[in-house]
């Protein structure tokens, strides 16, 4: 089919979200005075995940300036990332918003957040930079088509005669995008020499079936960062609970997690179980969400001796009234007791051996039966997108055509909560943007 002619750019970044703002801004400020640059965005909305990331506060990355240390935060992507991060790793992205005038402030737990608590603060910065480094923004327009012109010997005259009207701009890639009215006498063309994908994670998108059109290959999608639904007796009655340190395992498995657990109405999250459903986001998926895990709610104690010496220093108490854990909250403690199959008045004293070892296995392998999953309604991604090996990732340049480029969540990258997947976004885009611009320039001399 020969080419239509449509409105030419330098370079079109396909997603007005973290990581296409990003390539944009980064390749506006450095490419060849002139270079024309466009974001097309095909909600009516930009940046609509930073907007709600975060619950309205915008979580932008993390504090852990050591690349190798940061990426041990991605359970796709993690070796892959070392490079990428060495050059823009969370120090600089923090640097970046404090050069733009937004400062970021570290919480306890490592994640940052600009002083403001407020995502908008982040959505101005980066609207301001795109207009200063002079990016062309168009909203509700959705990209339903890519082709390359190299891949389509039909085009070669059409690409020839496009180049004479255009001076010596490059026409590599030819989008056909719609204006989202379902009619396709509203569809528009557009032709660019540079052309990045940052169209978000593909669970849903069709954004990243583009990266097929043009002879990439994604990784299967599924959830990662999802909370876990257990009913069972033992939490039933204590949503709400939570410990500080708990350490999860799948049993049949060699998953495994460590952190912060809560007790919800449907059953468990908190940093641990989501650590869990992001490094297992695979293997959980294949087992349908039905498995057995195992919670130790006292990792590196030793049980049975703590029960053993309270048994003989406070034989006359009963175990509701004292339980030797303090860092277990008192409603948890009974449930386990009970679960043990002890009666609450029961005194350390009347303890028998089978009573003890049950309780021991409740505190330190608890079985809990996992039906489902529930997303994780203050951050969810997707595991899954263009498999990273297709992927130059010094440049985030395609290795099937060397004018595409990737950034953000359509690769198969994703992290953990607690900023890493916006920093993968901010450094893709940044490393994207930047090689855009140098061979922009390269092609322009
Ligand atoms: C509720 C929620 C809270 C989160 N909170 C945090 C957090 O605090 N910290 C953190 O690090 N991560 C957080 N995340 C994850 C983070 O938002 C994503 O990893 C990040 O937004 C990915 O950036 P991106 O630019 O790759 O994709 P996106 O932000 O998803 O942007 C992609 C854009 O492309 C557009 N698009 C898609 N297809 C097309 C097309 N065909 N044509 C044109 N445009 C298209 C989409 O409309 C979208 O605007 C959160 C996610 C969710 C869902």
Redesign the pocket.
């Known amino acids: 089919m020969p080419f239509l002619m449509g409105e030419h750019w330098d370079c079109i970044v396909?997603?007005?979200?973290?990581?296409?703002f990003f390539a944009a801004i980064e390749c506006g400020q450095q490419a060849p005075a002139g270079s024309s640059i466009l974001i097309?965005?095909?909600?009516s909305k930009l940046l609509?995940?930073?907007k709600?990331?975060?619950g309205g506060r915008?979580?932008v990355t993390h504090h852990c300036y050591q690349a190798k240390e940061l990426t041990k935060n991605y359970p796709r992507g993690e070796k892959s990332l070392i490079g990428p991060f060495h050059r823009w790793g969370a120090e600089q992205t923090v640097q970046w918003f404090e050069d733009r005038g937004v400062s970021l402030k570290v919480e306890k737990d490592g994640r940052m957040f600009p002083i403001t608590d407020d995502s908008n603060t982040i959505i101005k910065c980066l609207l301001e930079a795109a207009r200063s480094a002079n990016v062309t923004i168009r909203t509700s327009?959705?990209?339903?088509r890519i082709q390359s012109v190299e891949e389509t010997p039909s085009s070669v005259d059409s690409k020839n005669s496009r180049e004479e009207e255009e001076g010596d701009s490059q026409v590599n890639f030819r989008l056909t995008?719609s204006s989202g009215r379902g009619d396709s006498a509203n569809d528009s063309v557009f032709t660019c020499q540079k052309l990045l994908i940052?169209?978000?994670?593909t669970r849903l998108?069709?954004?990243a079936k583009?990266a097929t059109q043009l002879g990439h290959t994604l990784a299967p999608a599924v959830p990662s960062l999802f909370t876990m639904n257990i009913e069972d007796e033992r939490l039933s009655d204590i949503p709400g609970i939570s410990v500080e340190r708990a350490l999860l395992r799948v049993k049949g498995s060699k998953l495994r997690s460590e952190g912060p657990l809560l007790v919800t109405h449907w059953g468990l999250s908190g940093p641990a179980i989501l650590k869990l459903s992001a490094w297992g986001a695979r293997e959980l998926h294949e087992r349908d969400y039905q498995f057995e895990l195992i919670v130790n709610w006292l990792p590196n104690q030793d049980v049975a001796t703590q029960l053993e010496n309270t048994r003989t220093n406070w034989g006359k108490r009963t175990l509701q009234a004292h339980s030797p854990f303090p860092e277990l909250a008192k409603r948890l403690w009974t449930s386990l007791v009970l679960a043990a199959g002890i009666e609450e008045q029961t005194t350390w004293a009347q303890l028998t051996k089978p009573q003890t070892q049950a309780l021991v296995r409740e505190l330190s392998e608890a079985h809990f039966p996992v039906t489902g999953k529930s997303l994780n309604?203050?951050?969810?991604?997707t595991c899954g997108g263009v498999l990273l090996k297709e992927i130059q990732m010094k440049t985030m340049q395609s290795k099937i055509l060397p004018d595409l480029y990737f950034?953000?969540?359509?690769m198969d990258i994703d992290?953990i909560t607690g900023?890493?997947?916006?920093?993968?976004?901010w450094c893709s885009g940044y490393h994207a943007g930047q090689h855009m611009a140098l061979s922009l320039m390269a092609t322009n001399i």
Do not use: R
Not at 40 to 43: I, Q
């Open positions: 396909i997603g007005g979200g973290a990581a296409g097309l965005e095909k909600s609509g995940k930073v709600i990331s975060g915008c979580n327009v959705g990209v339903s995008a940052a169209t978000g994670g998108a069709a954004g583009l309604k203050d951050e969810f991604v950034a953000g969540e359509v992290g900023g890493f997947n916006f920093q993968n976004a």
